[in-house]
């Protein structure tokens, strides 16, 4: 017998990593040698919070994935458990890259080419998940209206996965190293994104909320 999934179990469960992950960013602030004073330092405490807020970011994708589809089945949860198991290692390549921005930790060239690499192999696994997620819904989803939703979203994040594969070859070939441009190439996303939604609307007739 093929028992009905509990999508509230699964969001609760989802939400219980999101906040384990925010607690390891906190943990992860240096102490004092008598341990009875946190340490927090300017640099320290700018990694943290832009960690704390990326991780924020997608947690919204994923609490938006579930607000759009109410359809629930187990390649679903997989790729959910997949997400959650990339986002807790995700937050400390992460925090890492932004600490050799700040001058909190000193990386050599090859270092610093592999953490690029880390990071966007993250990033990358990440919105594969939500952008499979997407599609499974969307073929399973009866009502057109919701379905191209679903569709579009499918092919949004799915442009993130693009760009961070060619984050990937940038760091991996050390194209532009010396100016952070695997880094920068993210900022494709604004217009890549935004000539989507254009296209998509024009072609589809249908305006996507």
Known sequence: MKLPHNISRVEAFSDAVFAFAATLLVVSFGTGEDFSVIQVQTTSFITFGVSFFVLVGLWSVHYNFFRRTNYMDNWIIALNAVLLFVVLYYVFPLKSLLDTWTGGMGLSFEDFS???QLYSLGFLLI??????????AYKKTKSMKNALQLLFYTRHFAIYV???????CLAKLKIG???ALPGLIYALLGPLCYW???TFE?????KIQ
């Open 114 to 116: 592999s953490l690029f």
């Open 127 to 136: 919105f594969l998940c939500v952008s499979l997620m997407y599609l499974r």
């Open 162 to 168: 693009g760009v961070a594969l060619l984050s990937i």
């Open 177 to 179: 190293l010396q100016f």
């Open 196 to 198: 989507h939604g254009i």
């Open 202 to 206: 024009k072609y589809h007739n249908s």
